[in-house]
């Protein structure tokens, strides 16, 4: 395991005794670059740093080149929190929370987003070249499971993992002012069809492309369950504090003493954010001319804020009936809200 300058690092690793696999994420800068654009209350700030680990994690398990979305819309104080990461771990996060909204420092989930029952969870797959009538792909679930609502981050992905892919996974997610940490552990489909499309290894199967016997898939469970025993000793503090190649040697040394663990080279997340004039160009010529007119009559501008990272864009008169005859490029809101 070669050490990293960054301090932001996610290290993925897979255990060779079994279909089981791993990630570690600890984010610096990373955090701090969302952190320094917002004011949110400290509830807030964890929940969303949680998150933001949580996006890292899932997104470099996927083979495909595009944006995940992770999102959580509540009934609470706190009306969305959005985390974006792209293939190339590059990321931005936001909250937006209901007009006078007062969090106290150790409000719940739950108090924050369900205090109704309404809250939502999604996250959407969003694929950068996109084919001929393709859509994005989104997969939606409450937060609350049979046994009722759920109470943090990690429950409720551990809950839309097994609901939505079919897969096993556990979660241990903690955030504070400096850093957000996550790791991840997931039992693949051990016999039987691929795990290709979660970027594992082909699904483990015997020479002749039977399915593994009853005492591989003992052993199987075996690894599963002193994976997910060893990943429970994790303390939060441990997570924030120390460094993915610590923590590694901490919970799994004797797999690695036994070269049972392979580990890959480190991936680097880092802040940005995918804002620009051509797309609130699209996202304001897809409000109308007449709204935008009727802005421009009572301000005299246009004048759009990005949720994400705080950029401001200005449309005087003149750019703003350029919208309406030069051709633009179409755009999403992405995130911009605009100030009358």
Known sequence: MTASTNPDILQKFLFDAAPVRGELVRMEATWQEVLKRHEYPLAVRHVLGEMMAAAALLSANLKFNGALVMQVHGDGPVRMLVVECLSDLSMRATAKLAEGAEIPDDATLRQMVNVKGQG????????QDKLPGQQAYQGIVPLSDAHGPLSSVSEVLEHYMQASEQLDTRLWLAAN???AAGM????LPSYGGTTEA?????AQVGETGEPLSEDARAQDLDT???ACQLGATLKQ????????ETLLRKLFWEDIEA???RVFEPMQPHFQCSCSREKVAGMLQSLGREEIESIIEERGHVEIHCDFCGQ???FDPVDSAQLFTAPVATGAGDGAHQHH
């Open 120 to 127: 939502r969870f999604a996250i959407t797959l969003d694929p």
């Open 177 to 179: 002012d400096q850093v």
């Open 184 to 187: 991840l552990l997931q039992k």
């Open 198 to 202: 979660y970027g594992g290894a082909p």
């Open 224 to 226: 599963w369950d002193r």
């Open 237 to 244: 503090e441990e997570l924030l504090g120390e460094s993915p």
């Open 259 to 261: 070269t049972g663990l």
């Open 312 to 314: 401001r864009y200005e």
